[in-house]
């Protein structure tokens, strides 16, 4: 399944760069009601 290609897009509220795990983690500990799903971007 591709995201770009599929409605679960929508179920994405952020995405963030593996390198700003912390503070996604600290995002989803402190404010849980404001995010639906996170994914994390990786780069090479």
């Given at each position: 399944?591709?995201?770009g290609?599929?409605?679960?897009?929508?179920l994405?509220s952020?995405?963030?760069p593996v390198d700003r795990a912390a503070?996604?983690?600290?995002?989803?500990?402190k404010?849980?009601?404001e995010?639906?799903?996170?994914?994390?971007?990786?780069?090479?």
């Amino acid at each position: 399944m591709t995201i770009g290609a599929h409605p679960a897009r929508a179920l994405i509220s952020h995405v963030m760069p593996v390198d700003r795990a912390a503070e996604a983690f600290d995002l989803l500990d402190k404010h849980p009601s404001e995010v639906l799903r996170l994914v994390f971007e990786f780069k090479e």
